[in-house]
């Protein structure tokens, strides 16, 4: 059973910052991709930041230059850290990691359970 645990998220104001964690447990062979995304309230969920297990890092547009995305290979761990909050960054976010069980395997893709996050005076 493989899962997958954020934490780091809370109350901030703009312009502030927070570091959400992801870990991820079980029995896998390796994790090939960790994401973050978010969903706000009315939208539809969205790719905040992705990194591949090479370290190749992705980003959306909204979020370049303000957060960062990373991870702990021994730890099974992925971090964003999000400098400069603004009000648009208020929402659920979300990890998700793509993994093999066993090696040259199928591919599997699981989702945390989310973590709030808002950024708000």
């Given at each position: 059973?493989?899962?997958?645990?954020?934490?780091?998220?809370?109350?901030v104001?703009?312009?502030?910052?927070?570091?959400?964690?992801?870990?991820?447990?079980?029995?896998?062979?390796?994790?090939?991709?960790?994401?973050?995304?978010?969903?706000?309230?009315?939208?539809?969920?969205?790719?905040?930041?992705?990194?591949?297990?090479?370290?190749?890092?992705?980003?959306?547009?909204?979020?370049?230059?303000?957060?960062?995305?990373?991870?702990?290979?021994?730890?099974?761990?992925?971090?964003?850290q999000?400098?400069?909050?603004?009000p648009?960054?208020?929402?659920?976010?979300?990890?998700?990691?793509?993994?093999?069980?066993?090696?040259?395997?199928?591919?599997?893709?699981?989702?945390?359970?989310?973590?709030?996050?808002?950024?708000?005076?």
């Open positions: 059973q493989v899962q997958l645990v954020e934490s780091g998220g809370g109350l104001q703009p312009g502030g910052s927070l570091r959400l964690s992801c870990v991820v447990s079980g029995s896998f062979f390796t994790i090939y991709r960790m994401a973050w995304y978010r969903q706000a309230p009315g939208k539809q969920r969205e790719l905040v930041a992705s990194i591949v297990s090479a370290g190749i890092t992705n980003y959306a547009d909204s979020v370049k230059g303000r957060f960062t995305i990373s991870r702990d290979n021994a730890k099974n761990t992925v971090y964003l999000m400098n400069s909050l603004k648009e960054d208020t929402a659920v976010y979300y990890c998700r990691a793509g993994l093999l069980k066993v090696r040259a395997g199928e591919a599997y893709d699981y989702w945390g359970q989310g973590t709030q996050v808002t950024a708000s005076s």
